[in-house]
């Protein structure tokens, strides 16, 4: 918002600066003080501005997009809509997809079902932990930094871990029907596994997390979803400044009052979610009842009710980890979201 400005006007006047003079341009549908703007500009600039519509299921072959989320058949009209307008432009003058009602070629949807992008609703079981016991501990990374963001990678998580819920149960039942009795036993443990639902946030402290936090909380709630407890850690990225040799700072060094400030803010939103009056003003400023146990102490670990606060992502990591081994019958679905900077923080610890 520094740089793109306050209001949606402002940010998609700055979006605009990529119109050129005489060349098509697509958008997909916007709230109405952002289109007006678009238009305005791209009448200015004799652009012809079009209106990409999402992709249409049913021409993907019965394949689905390889990126997950409802708002990616929106994106999925976009590129069709450019790749298509390009194709044309350069000479191969038979191609035209853009009203894609019909059919698409294979290689369009070999691209939209191969897709991949990191830290936007990817889902990566712990390395670790698949080796002692599969599918016990496995992290949702999607980096949301807005309220808006927040709802949808609510739902996906939401989605994705039901999706999970009965595809064990599936491979439970199926195996269980088997003669083998070793596939018995095993899998009939698997299905008697609670999973319990974690989250590990941050966010950059130029952002709200009063506009954050609530979002989430209720956007899971709304499915059912409810988390044990919160996670609240420094982005190790901070640390590594390019081109410098410095080493990250020792848990004792941290400063972790921003984190603090999430945690009380978490505790008291839960608080309010389980009947107790609480606003965000209050949960903000509330007076928490907070205890750290004696190796915790040592480490720099805050516990409070529904949420702990970790002086460093490892830590957070190995308690996650230690939790599973001494607990063989829960598995951990950890939504890891907030900040880009702790979706790739959480990947390179997790993937090393």
């Not at 249409?56 to 590129?79: C, K, V």
């Not at 064990?168 to 088997?178: G, K």
Request: aromatic share 6%; with cysteine; proline share 5%.
């Amino acid at each position: 918002m520094e740089i793109l400005g306050n209001t949606l006007g402002q940010i998609a006047g700055e979006k605009a600066g990529i119109f050129k003079h005489g060349v098509p341009a697509f958008t997909v549908p916007q709230p109405e003080e952002a289109m007006s703007v678009l238009e305005e500009k791209a009448s200015l600039l004799n652009v012809h501005l079009q209106l990409a519509s999402p992709v249409d299921p049913i021409l993907l072959s019965g394949l689905q997009l390889g990126l997950e989320g409802e708002h990616q058949y929106l994106n999925a009209g976009l590129a069709i809509a450019l790749c298509s307008t390009w194709l044309q432009r350069t000479g191969h003058v038979g191609i035209n997809y853009l009203n894609q009602t019909t059919s698409l070629p294979e290689e369009f949807i070999k691209g939209l079902t191969t897709a991949a992008l990191q830290g936007r609703a990817q889902i990566v079981p712990d390395r670790f932990i698949e080796n002692e016991s599969s599918g016990d501990l496995v992290f949702y990374l999607d980096g949301a930094h807005s309220p808006e963001s927040m709802d949808v990678c609510a739902k996906w998580f939401c989605l994705a871990i039901k999706e999970d819920y009965n595809s064990l149960a599936n491979r439970a039942h199926n195996e269980l029907s088997s003669p083998h009795e070793s596939g018995h036993i095993n899998n009939h443990k698997t299905s008697k596994k609670s999973s319990t639902q974690i989250l590990l946030f941050n966010c950059m402290s130029v952002r709200d997390p009063q506009l954050l936090l609530p979002r989430l909380m209720n956007a899971c709630s709304s499915h059912g979803v409810h988390f044990k407890n919160a996670l609240f850690v420094p982005n190790t990225s901070v640390y590594y400044k390019v081109g410098t040799g410095a080493s990250p700072p020792t848990n004792s060094e941290v400063d972790v009052s921003w984190q603090l400030t999430l945690q009380r803010l978490w505790e008291g939103l839960v608080h309010g979610e389980k009947g107790v009056s609480a606003t965000c003003t209050d949960a903000k400023n509330a007076d928490l009842t907070c205890e750290a146990g004696p190796d915790d102490t040592q480490k720099g670990i805050q516990n409070c009710e529904s949420s702990t606060v970790f002086p460093s992502l490892p830590l957070a990591i190995n308690w996650l980890r230690d939790n599973i081994r001494k607990n063989q019958s829960v598995r951990y679905q950890v939504l890891v979201t907030g900040s880009l900077h702790l979706v790739g923080d959480v990947l390179r610890l997790i993937k090393k």
